[in-house]
């Protein structure tokens, strides 16, 4: 059995990480945006400078394999003790959309490192965090000695993530016998800060949609025909406000469904967290709190079910009026889900509930872009607790725990697998997922691959699974 | 005293009609779209061009008049008996928005005649219906053998309707001497249809806006904070939901304040009219009727107020979904008018209703465009009785009344000039207005100046104004 020394590890990846940013760099110029079509050459471009990644890692075997959509990236690293356990890392190489001119200071997709941080679309979501495991595994194998990891590794980063890994669970099935663990690792998490280093328990679930509206057959004179025919746009809004009641509950019928309360012993460890609203605020860039009455924030975006208009669109946009009666209106919805619902039945629920509200001479299509299940890890789990273990290691400090308001596969690995799945995170929020100017902190991203070095070490000497 | 004989006029318009929609289609060429500053150059070149061929018409008086927006175009020409009538015709020469890409089957720009219709911007709204006003008076100085018309006539053609004429009032008052007469003819209107040939006799009024409004100070994760924190985007939703009340009146506190409501004797002449409610569908390119209960389609659209909602935008519209909360929403609403309300109370009632419903985070600034005053004519005024023979004469059959849902300066005329205005058009529903494949029936434009020629030496006959 081989251990790794605090010392050794952080020696090795200090003595690498130029290097490895570097090669994370020349990940992050390829605009993988999987929910762009026109980028799709992209994201196979991406997958195969990760394929290679891997392969010049060390990993004996790394394969691109295909899918209805994106490809993603299974490697391999079996480990020279047949008992050991197997854990498969889960990250993803695509990308959110970014325009410079969405409010980024710098081009999202040619990475500019400034004042400890590195900047570029991907740098934390997801391709940082995937990336930190080449530098941790070659650490893990310095500081121990080893010529293979301490236990048997696995890793899968999918291309579809950001567009709701429609095909994962396919994948999944499909390459159910090569990706057999005993435990997930999923790296696309985030922590409590900078200060406060933390593990996730749960991501919440998400599913969404577009709904396109259509009326007249072309834009009409407001004048003339105003008021006497139905406004697609109008329509958009009152579907788009009717979401919410006053409260700020979610309004479609049969929404919470199966939704796991929290307990009171859960909603006091919330609240131990050191939560300063202001500060919150100013890293979700907003000027007010708003939510679900009767939930704290923390609540409202961990363990609390969403529903979000992530874009409307409709009529005149461009300068000063124009008065029309618009033909059409277009609502981007998205729905976070919780522990308990059923993405299939909400989906079912929106669509019933578009269909009852619109009048006669609207048309409509609704199209779900695919469903993410949530999913929550036993806090009570040997191999959970090594991961505390080698974050705290990283970090020299005691690690807390929270839960993710985002979404992952989380609950795929979870379901398709049969195993538990844990995180390994090092985003902090105002990393800037999904937004303008999203960065890293070049020190986590270090510690996270300290990490990584050490957990290989330490499920294999804690953990017999099975 | 000079007349016009019907067949004098109709070969004289028939003869000239070639040279006129050639004269027609240059003036269409020019993209006068007030409400685009990039246009500005060719709404300035538009009135150049409509200055020039009054002045070819014979108009010893031309000149172009600056506001402090869009130039207007200003021509006299005095009959020869100082007892005439004085009279002012009035039109517009910018046009709306149009783009290729909106649904245009040819350049909205590049006028193409087509089985009996010239299609561009602005063929009917208002371009054409300015210039039949130039064969009309060729026609009517053949037909009489005068050298001058049969009244003073002036022509008044402003740059800014489509923009919803902000500089308007303060022209008409700047030159109030220039512009003195006995009564405004306003050559901006439609008619029930082709067979059924009317006069209209009241314009609804408007004003329209645009709302942004602001949330986070950049696009933020839906996963990481929706659910927490307002969305701009679900704000204008509720904003605009929040427009009308289920019975799809207008639900903005006081706005109906001074309504003067339909009486049983204006309605019962509504019901009059050959209205086909799925023909009028049709013109609409709808797919059912739906407005404020209790009030059937026709009135509806001429005489009662509505709140129109022309554009929305915000947050992520292109393909496939991004789960944000987007930073920013934007509503461009238009409100019609009717006798009896007031333009400034309505928009001080919209700004303080908007400020009343936004949520602490979301920051919203509202500009108002413009205000254009609604109006009616008096049945019973000798020149109106005028309008309708010259008219019927054209039409060869009975000519009808009706209103118009629309909105112009007619209001604005009436109150600074101090004298009744009426109506002169020979636009249909089906021409397009502010919408796609705008065009003008060839035949209805060649009655349009027929019906102007008549007009001149009708009033100059029947009418004695002071």
């Not at 990940?27 to 762009?36: C, G, M, T, Y």
């Not at 079509?37 to 004996?60: K, M, Q």
């Not at 990336?131 to 291309?159: C, D, N, Q, S, Y």
Request: with cysteine; charged share 25%; net charge negative.
């Amino acid at each position: 059995m081989s251990t790794t020394s605090d010392d050794a590890v952080r020696a090795y990846v200090a003595a690498h990480y130029e290097a490895f940013l570097d090669d994370l760099a020349d990940w992050l110029r390829l605009p993988s945006v999987s929910a762009d079509p026109d980028h799709a050459p992209d994201v196979r471009r991406s997958a195969e400078w990760l394929a290679a990644a891997l392969s010049a890692t060390g990993f004996p075997t790394t394969e691109v394999w295909e899918t209805q959509g994106a490809p993603a990236v299974f490697a391999e690293w079996p480990c020279d003790d047949p008992a050991a356990p197997t854990v498969l890392v889960y990250g993803h190489h695509d990308v959110q959309p970014a325009h410079r001119d969405d409010g980024w200071r710098t081009d999202p997709f040619e990475p500019v490192v400034d004042a400890g941080r590195l900047y570029g679309r991907g740098a934390a979501d997801d391709k940082g965090q995937v990336l930190f495991h080449t530098l941790g595994i070659r650490a893990h194998l310095a500081a121990t000695g080893r010529r293979a990891p301490a236990v048997h590794l696995k890793m899968i980063v999918e291309g579809e993530e950001e567009s709701g890994s429609p095909h994962f669970p396919e994948l999944l099935r499909a390459h159910a016998d090569r990706l057999a663990c005993d435990a997930v690792i999923v790296s696309d998490t985030g922590m409590w800060s900078e200060d406060t280093p933390t593990v996730c328990t749960g991501m919440r679930g998400l599913t969404d949609c577009q709904i396109d509206l259509r009326g007249p057959d072309q834009d009409i004179h407001s004048g003339s025909f105003g008021g006497a025919v139905p406004n697609p746009a109008t329509e958009a809004a009152r579907l788009a406000a009717a979401l919410h009641d006053e409260d700020r509950r979610v309004a479609v019928p049969g929404f919470y469904e199966g939704v796991e309360e929290l307990t009171a012993e859960e909603r006091a460890l919330f609240a131990e967290l050191p939560f300063d609203e202001n500060r919150w605020l100013r890293t979700a860039h907003s000027h007010a709190t708003l939510g679900e009455a009767g939930y704290t924030t923390l609540e409202r975006i961990w363990a609390r079910p969403t529903a979000e208009v992530n874009g409307v669109s409709g009529g005149y946009q461009g300068p000063g009026g124009k008065t029309v009666v618009p033909s059409a209106a277009q609502l981007k919805l998205s729905f976070r889900l919780v522990a308990g619902q059923d993405a299939e039945k909400v989906q079912q629920a929106v669509r019933d509930w578009v269909a009852a509200r619109l009048p006669a001479g609207i048309r409509h299509e609704i199209t779900f872009w695919g469903a993410t299940r949530p999913c929550l890890t036993p806090l009570d789990h040997p191999a959970l607790q090594s991961v505390v273990r080698a974050m705290e290691r990283a970090f020299g400090q005691r690690v807390r725990f929270t839960r993710e308001g985002g979404s992952g596969p989380a609950a795929d690995l979870q379901d398709v697998l049969g195993v538990p799945v844990l995180f390994l995170g090092i985003s902090v929020p105002s990393d800037g997922w999904h937004a303008p100017n999203e960065k890293v902190e070049l020190d986590l991203l270090a510690k996270g691959a300290e990490a990584a070095a050490h957990l290989w070490s330490d499920l294999a000497a804690t953990w017999h699974p099975g």
